[in-house]
DNA sequence: GCCAACGTTGGC
DNA sequence: GCCAACGTTGGC
C-alpha cells in the first residue's frame, strides 16, 4: 500500500465537508505530475488531507475509494481524478511549521515543491506525521 | 497583498 | 524544439 498527500483550500473543499460528505472525487488538478501520482495509486491507499493557504496543515486522513477516471470539470479531457473516503482526523493538526521543523521530515515533496497538490509520501514519513500527531505540542 | 517558484502556452 | 511571456499556486 501506498502513501499520498493532497491539497485542498479549505474554502473550496475542506475536512470537514469531507468528513460530512465522506465520499468525494478529487476533481480539478490541472497538472500532469499530480495526475500521474493519482494514476499510481490504488484502491485503500491512504493519504493525508492537507489545507493549503488557510491553516497549512494536515488535518485528516483519507482512503482512495475510485482509481483514477476522468474528470468531468476538465473541458479539454486531459485529467482525471480519484475518489477519495475520509477515515479519521488527526487527533491534532500536523502543520507546516512542524514539518519543516522536523529533520527527518525535510525531504518531503510538500517542502521540495511547494505547488504540487497530490504527492507521493514514503511509509517513514507517513509514520513519523503519524506520531507527531499523536504527540502533544 | 506581495512575490518567488514553476508549469504552460505560443511564436518563431 | 527552444525560450520568452504569462498565469497560477501557495507561503509569508
Same mark, same amino acid.
Given at each position: 500500500?501506498a502513501f499520498?498527500?493532497?491539497?485542498?483550500?479549505?474554502?473550496?473543499? !475542506?475536512?470537514?465537508q469531507?468528513?460530512?460528505?465522506?465520499?468525494? +472525487?478529487w476533481?480539478?488538478?490541472?497538472?500532469?505530475?499530480? *495526475?500521474?501520482?493519482?494514476?499510481?495509486m490504488?484502491i485503500g491507499?491512504?493519504a493525508? =488531507?492537507y489545507? +493549503?493557504n488557510i491553516?497549512?496543515?494536515i488535518?485528516g /486522513? #483519507?482512503? /482512495? +475509494?475510485k482509481?483514477?477516471?476522468?474528470?468531468?470539470? $476538465?473541458?479539454t479531457?486531459? =485529467?482525471g481524478? #480519484?475518489d477519495?473516503? *475520509?477515515?479519521n %482526523?488527526?487527533?491534532? %493538526?500536523v502543520?507546516l511549521? $512542524?514539518?519543516?521543523?522536523?529533520? *527527518?521530515?525535510?525531504n518531503?515533496?510538500?517542502?521540495?515543491q511547494?505547488?504540487? !497538490?497530490v504527492?507521493?509520501v514514503?511509509p *517513514?514519513?507517513?509514520d513519523?506525521i503519524?506520531s507527531?500527531?499523536?504527540?502533544?505540542?
Amino acid at each position: 500500500m501506498a502513501f499520498w498527500l493532497m491539497k485542498s483550500e479549505p474554502n473550496v473543499w !475542506s475536512w470537514d465537508q469531507q468528513v460530512k460528505k465522506g465520499t468525494e +472525487s478529487w476533481t480539478g488538478v490541472r497538472n500532469y505530475q499530480a *495526475a500521474n501520482n493519482m494514476k499510481a495509486m490504488a484502491i485503500g491507499d491512504q493519504a493525508f =488531507f492537507y489545507h +493549503s493557504n488557510i491553516g497549512k496543515e494536515i488535518v485528516g /486522513i #483519507v482512503k /482512495i +475509494s475510485k482509481l483514477y477516471y476522468p474528470d468531468p470539470t $476538465d473541458e479539454t479531457g486531459k =485529467f482525471g481524478m #480519484v475518489d477519495v473516503t *475520509a477515515v479519521n %482526523p488527526l487527533k491534532r %493538526p500536523v502543520t507546516l511549521a $512542524d514539518i519543516k521543523n522536523t529533520p *527527518a521530515l525535510k525531504n518531503m515533496a510538500l517542502l521540495k515543491q511547494s505547488r504540487l !497538490s497530490v504527492s507521493a509520501v514514503t511509509p *517513514a514519513e507517513w509514520d513519523i506525521i503519524l506520531s507527531l500527531s499523536q504527540t502533544p505540542r
